[in-house]
T-cell receptor, first 113, second 109 residues
């Protein structure tokens, strides 16, 4: 069974631009979560989606948004990019919402210049 | 929110040595996972262990939920074990994984 896939793997953007990252969960998994990893803040939760509904959102500004499609694929969008948004963005999938094991994708490394 | 503390923050070993990594958490959890982050950034699942003991080859883990800690044991360490090990927990009342700061393990030949 294929793992979690994320595209693109690397991205360079300029301040003020916007970016969309994509995540395809493991087949059969219906819950997708997003995390941001930076050297200073560690791994922080962004949002969780299940059945196309956002179930939870972390402490990030409104510039960070996401959505989930009917096939469970998810996208996250960051508008008006700032230098501090440079990070590794990780997507995780699990069977359903709740205390299920989460499996992570390889991540998208975003650099904002 | 729940607090997760990992110790030690850094660990340097000689190949063949054994080690124990610890994860303390501040509230009840219904999910605890151990991950190894590879050099390219991907989090590799080691254990899903909200309670009890599990073993997988040279690695084993124990979670004592009532005392709010988990231990990851690495025996006969190899250079390929190097990297960052993360503990992540999910509060019983929550829906997100909260990660510790990680333990940076270096295994020298």
């Amino acid at each position: 069974k294929a793992g979690v896939t994320q595209t693109p793997r690397y991205l360079i953007k300029t301040r003020g631009q916007q970016v969309t990252l994509s995540c395809s969960p493991i087949s059969g998994h219906r819950s997708v979560s997003w995390y941001q990893q930076t050297p200073g803040q560690g791994l922080q939760f962004l949002f969780e989606y299940f059945s196309e509904t956002q179930r939870n959102k972390g402490n990030f500004p409104g510039r960070f948004s996401g959505r989930q499609f009917s096939n469970s694929r998810s996208e996250m969008n960051v508008s008006t990019l700032e230098l501090g948004d440079s990070a590794l963005y990780l997507c995780a999938s699990s069977l359903a919402a709740g205390a299920y094991e989460q499996y992570f994708g390889p991540g998208t490394r975003l650099t904002v210049t | 929110g729940i607090q997760v503390e990992q110790s030690p923050p850094d660990l340097i070993l000689q190949e063949g040595a054994n080690s124990t990594l610890r994860c303390n958490f501040s509230d009840s959890v219904n999910n605890l996972q151990w991950f190894h982050q590879n050099p390219w950034g991907q989090l590799i699942n080691l254990f899903y262990i909200p309670s009890g003991t599990k073993q997988n080859g040279r690695l084993s883990a124990t979670t004592v939920a009532t005392e709010r800690y988990s231990l990851l044991y690495i025996s006969s360490s190899q250079t390929t074990d190097s990297g960052v090990y993360f503990c992540a927990v999910r509060e019983t009342s929550g829906s997100r994984l909260t990660f510790g700061e990680g333990t940076q393990l270096t295994v020298n030949p």
